[in-house]
């Protein structure tokens, strides 16, 4: 099981796959590349990096999640909602 932060959940989390393939390509001894999917996520993490920039209340419910402290029901849609839409309108 692979844990993926709520917030990309219904988007594409390239950290997710990378995390899939690393596993069967470690039990399976595949010799995977995981260039493509590196940059894939590196791209993501600059498009939530600019959009905690530019939001600042994004940027504190994100904060306060990575201090393991819980959103109320409305946070946890606006950060939802707020990820979705900026990924969705910054897709390549």
Same mark, same amino acid.
């Given at each position: 099981m692979v844990l993926i932060p709520f917030y990309l959940v219904s988007s594409n989390d390239p950290g997710a796959?990378?995390?899939?393939?690393q596993f069967f390509n470690q039990?399976?001894?595949?010799?995977?590349?995981f260039n493509d999917l590196d940059e894939q996520i590196k791209t993501q993490n600059q498009?939530?990096?600019r959009l905690r920039d530019t939001l600042p #209340?994004?940027?504190? @419910?994100?904060?306060?999640? *990575?201090?393991? %402290? &819980?959103?109320?029901?409305? #946070?946890?849609?606006? @950060?939802?909602?707020?990820? *979705?839409?900026? %990924? &969705?309108?910054?897709?390549?």
């Amino acid at each position: 099981m692979v844990l993926i932060p709520f917030y990309l959940v219904s988007s594409n989390d390239p950290g997710a796959h990378k995390r899939v393939l690393q596993f069967f390509n470690q039990r399976l001894d595949l010799g995977m590349d995981f260039n493509d999917l590196d940059e894939q996520i590196k791209t993501q993490n600059q498009k939530i990096a600019r959009l905690r920039d530019t939001l600042p #209340e994004i940027n504190e @419910l994100i904060n306060r999640l *990575e201090q393991n %402290l &819980r959103l109320s029901g409305e #946070e946890h849609q606006q @950060l939802l909602q707020e990820i *979705e839409k900026y %990924l &969705r309108e910054h897709r390549d």
